[in-house]
């Protein structure tokens, strides 16, 4: 294990369109985070049952594969860790409500954006 490896903050990206969810996990873990992929809701529900006390952040698209969203996905680690940073992003406007601390991001967003948000996360 590479010294310093054991503090990096974990984020959970949370997307069903591979090449965004490809670039997300590019773009953070450049920014020393480690990262859990997951193109469900429910594959990201297991993530946080089985590590949730060592991820820092979640990014999730409103639209994912399965039965659950990403503002439900959002609502579920909110009320579990409360702390939690979480980032609820899509290409349509916001129709539902979020739970309280989350932020949404509008697609398209840009590289610099979605690394100051994470940064939030861990400070």
Same mark, same amino acid.
């Given at each position: =294990?590479p =010294?310093?490896?054991a #503090?990096?903050?974990?984020a959970? @990206?949370?997307e /069903? $369109?591979?090449? %965004?969810?490809?670039? @997300?996990?590019?773009?953070? &873990? &450049?920014?020393? =985070? /480690? @990262?859990i &992929?997951?193109?469900? !809701?429910?594959?990201? @529900?297991?993530v946080?049952?089985e590590?949730? $006390? /060592?991820v !820092?952040?979640?990014?999730?698209d409103?639209e994912?594969a399965?039965? =659950?969203d990403? *503002?439900?996905? !959002?609502?579920?680690?909110k %009320? ?5 940073h979480?980032i609820?992003t899509s290409?349509a +406007?916001?129709v539902?409500r979020l +739970? $309280?601390?989350t932020?949404?991001m509008?697609?398209p967003?840009?590289? *610099?954006?979605l690394?100051?948000? !994470? %940064? %939030?996360?861990? #400070?």
């Amino acid at each position: =294990m590479p =010294m310093g490896y054991a #503090h990096r903050s974990t984020a959970l @990206v949370v997307e /069903n $369109d591979e090449a %965004q969810r490809t670039l @997300v996990s590019l773009l953070l &873990e &450049e920014s020393e =985070m /480690n @990262v859990i &992929e997951c193109e469900s !809701a429910e594959a990201a @529900v297991l993530v946080l049952e089985e590590s949730g $006390d /060592n991820v !820092a952040m979640v990014f999730t698209d409103v639209e994912l594969a399965g039965m =659950m969203d990403g *503002i439900e996905l !959002a609502y579920l680690a909110k %009320q579990r860790y409360p702390d939690m940073h979480v980032i609820v992003t899509s290409g349509a +406007p916001r129709v539902r409500r979020l +739970p $309280d601390g989350t932020l949404f991001m509008a697609k398209p967003w840009s590289p *610099i954006d979605l690394l100051r948000a !994470a %940064q %939030q996360s861990f #400070h």
